[in-house]
């Protein structure tokens, strides 16, 4: 295993579970890739001294803070209230030297702070500078999410950084561009900065927000009330603080004859990446993974393989990390190996690998709450049922708690190892979003 290391910088390491045994005439391989990345020493630094480095180190970073402030941002009033509060608390936590801006966003984009089509430097007296500014953010207009996207990934390229990224915060419904309009700016920015996007009430769209942090590979959540606000704005800066290492691919390369029946995300949440796929030469390819810190994710691969003999072996796929350079090679952080051994011993060749069982089900668990919340709005009441049903028992049986509690607010559990439920005749709106928000959330698998 080829580990990626350099002073202040994490090391890369991919470790492999599987079960590599196919009965006679078996073909597909399925494994789980957990990538970790430790030894940046960011993360403490990001908490508990945000504005400090060791000497020698320049910050390499820039981070665009979009704020909703379309008219209903004043409905109730502490709503915008709270925005102002959270992105003072945002830039109190962007470290000394990280370029930021503060971008005001309606039907159209405007620059808060800095202007002039500029970032800012973070020191004590830009800081002070952008609280100033955020005094006069006032509500008032449309909603056209792809415009302050498309401002911030204009300002974030002017500075010569390796990680660009975005908090985007919205309370209502993309009404003043078309969705093709928003895909448009989501696919120009695509690989060119992630985003964290918050949704703060309970009168913005689901699907919009978490499109938005799905496609530019950040993290998406419900602030149902805006006086979270200022705790989750500051978790997400200093999380953005604590990325050391952009553009981090993970490149599977597969051998003739084998075929790749998907690439998933499953862990901390479930993402799909298949169709995200760029060629990489010959029988490889690269799928996004954005910047990374001091963290750990887990990827579910799946290959299929052609026939063999019994007795026979073969490597069915290679999973690489791999970063950019600057001149157009890429640099290997780490690798792991995925086989295939076929044979006759049944007990070997029907066990299904602890970790592939677990993120099978916990993919499962996201699909059938979507589908359950679908057939709730639509009227189906028997579809929902089973659905949020079989939720509640794949929940239960992964010791996943934190959707299960987010579960037991939309039905009754009348037996959750069996899956038996009942819908509530009423559901907070702020509950029903929480969970369809937070739906692709994972638990680890247990060791």
């Keep these: ?24 005439g078996g073909r597909e391989v399925n494994a789980i890739a957990t990538v970790t990345s430790t030894g940046g020493g960011t993360v403490g630094s990001a908490v ?3 504005h400090l480095y060791s000497a020698g180190q320049t910050p390499d970073a820039a ?65 002070g500078e952008a609280k100033q500014a955020l005094r006069k953010l006032s509500a008032g207009g449309g909603t056209a999410i792809g415009t302050w996207l498309c401002l911030a990934d204009r300002l974030l390229a002017s500075a ?11 309370d209502g419904r993309n009404e003043h561009e078309s969705p093709g309009d928003l895909k448009a700016a989501l696919d120009s920015c695509a690989g060119r900065f992630t985003c964290d996007a918050r949704g703060v009430g309970t009168d913005w769209e689901v699907k919009e927000v978490t499109g938005i942090a799905s496609a530019l590979l950040g993290t998406a959540d419900i602030v149902a009330d805006p006086s979270g606000l200022s705790a989750d704005f500051t978790q997400m800066m200093e999380a953005a603080m604590g990325k050391e290492v952009a553009d981090v691919g993970l490149r599977l390369w597969t051998p003739m004859g084998v075929e790749i029946k998907f690439v998933k995300q ?46 026979q072996e073969m490597l069915a796929a ?29 007990a070997a060749s029907t066990s299904i690998n602890p970790q592939v069982a677990h993120y099978t089900g916990q ?21 929902a049922t089973a659905k949020l049903g079989r939720a509640v028992q794949l929940a239960s049986a992964s010791g996943n708690t934190d959707t299960a509690k987010l ?30 928000t937070r739906s692709t959330k994972t638990v680890r698998v247990k060791k």
């Design 318 to 346: 290679r999973v690489s990390l791999i970063v950019p350079q600057p001149d157009g090679s890429v640099q290997t952080l780490s690798q792991g190996l995925v086989r295939a051994v076929w044979t006759d011993d049944m």
């Design 63 to 127: 981070v665009a803070i979009m704020v909703d402030c379309s008219g209903s941002m004043d409905y109730p009033p502490t709503k915008m209230r709270g925005a102002r509060d959270a992105t003072s608390a945002a830039i109190d936590a962007v470290r000394d030297g990280v370029h930021f801006a503060v971008i005001g966003g309606t039907h159209v984009a405007k620059e808060v702070y800095p202007g002039d089509g500029r970032l800012a430097v973070a020191d004590a007296r830009t800081r």
């Design 48 to 50: 508990s001294a945000p």
């Design 363 to 383: 993919a499962e668990l996201a699909q059938v709450i979507q589908q359950g919340l679908d057939a709730r709005k639509s009227g189906d009441v028997d579809g």
């Design 160 to 170: 010569d950084v390796s990680i660009r990224h975005g908090i985007l915060l919205t």
């Design 266 to 311: 499953v862990a901390p949440t479930v993402e799909e990446l298949t169709d995200r796929r760029t060629e990489a030469g010959p029988r490889a390819g690269d799928y996004p993974t954005g910047s990374w810190g001091d963290e750990s994710r887990d990827y579910h691969i799946c290959v299929e393989v052609p026939n063999a003999e019994l007795g």
């Design 1 to 24: 295993m080829a580990n990626f290391s350099k002073s202040n910088v994490p090391q890369f390491s991919v470790d492999v579970y599987q079960n590599e045994y196919l009965p006679e």
């Design 407 to 436: 579960l037991s607010k939309v039905v009754d559990v009348v037996d959750a190892v069996a899956g038996t439920v009942r819908l509530k005749a009423r559901v907070a709106e702020a509950d029903e979003m929480t969970l369809e």
